[in-house]
């Protein structure tokens, strides 16, 4: 059987919303055997509680069971006698809400020196959303932070990155918005295709010697037009990075970094790896 809750005389404190009655979530539904002559007259099962009070917080309390016929009547308490239930008492909590207008934050990873201060332009869908939770979690929910954009995923020709929107628990859009599209502004934006035949290696492990497999590696270099236009492979190297390899030998494959000594606003359309040997 269902268990329905109600709740009597519920007032929260002003700007705040009282939220409808909820039962912890293993009391909402409850199975009842006894004889199947006074299960089959049970009509409902309910817990009410009386509050008749101005709330600031969401409050709990304890409620017995009241279990109906059909009819609308009361099991006796000889027809009571004859059942099993595995509880006689729920905790019905009262949320007490907050509504709240906070932004949305657009974050980058991979992103060269230069745009670690000075951000890509970008729009988004929406800026800010309206909430609404319990007033624990929404007195200390000042935004709302996005997964962050991938420089390794950007190019002219792939700017656009829809998100889905990881709330907190309790805490949902007044206007039922669950993503958001950023476009990155990728105007004087351009890509070339390079072979790069210089790699660098750092962090490298004391006592070990490193050699390239890979001769070249072609890489999609993204960055402003200018710069772009005028870059050639020699203006650029892949840096990988041997501080887990201490412990390793032989051939393996290993992540590598686009870098320039000349320009910081450059970055590689997808990841970048090379074959490496370890002694």
């Given at each position: ?28 539904n ?31 309390y ?28 729920v905790?019905?909590?009262i ?6 207008t906070v ?35 929404m ?32 805490v949902r ?18 890509s070339k ?16 010697t ?38 390793s ?31």
């Amino acid at each position: 059987f269902r268990v329905d809750v109600r709740a009597n005389g519920v007032k929260a404190a002003e700007g705040l919303i009282a939220g409808s009655p909820v039962l912890s979530t293993n009391e909402t539904n409850i199975e009842i055997t006894g004889p199947k002559s006074v299960v089959e007259t049970i009509g409902s099962v309910s817990a009410e509680v009386d509050v008749n009070a101005t709330l600031r917080s969401s409050t709990s309390y304890t409620s017995k069971l009241e279990i109906l016929k059909t009819s609308g009547e009361p099991l006796t308490s000889e027809e009571m006698a004859t059942l099993t239930l595995p509880f006689t008492e729920v905790n019905v909590t009262i949320p007490i809400n907050r509504s709240k207008t906070v932004p949305i934050n657009v974050n980058f990873s991979n992103q060269p020196a230069y745009y670690q201060q000075n951000a890509l332009p970008y729009t988004s869908s929406i800026s800010e959303i309206n909430l609404i939770g319990t007033t624990e979690v929404m007195d200390t929910l000042d935004s709302i932070e996005l997964d962050p954009i991938d420089f390794l995923e950007l190019s002219p020709d792939h700017n656009v990155f829809q998100f889905n929107l990881q709330l907190p628990s309790g805490v949902r859009s007044v206007d039922d918005i669950s993503q958001v599209t950023v476009t990155v502004d990728t105007s004087g934006i351009a890509s070339k295709t390079l072979d790069v035949s210089i790699f660098q290696a750092v962090n490298m492990p004391a006592g070990k010697t490193v050699s390239v497999v890979t001769s070249r590696k072609s890489v999609v270099v993204v960055g402003p037009s200018d710069v772009i236009s005028n870059l050639e492979a020699e203006d650029v190297y892949l840096e990988y990075d041997l501080s887990n390899a201490a412990n390793s030998t032989g051939e393996m494959v290993i992540d590598a970094t686009l870098r320039s000594d000349q320009y910081d606003t450059i970055w590689s359309y997808g990841k970048v790896d090379i074959q490496i040997r370890l002694s």
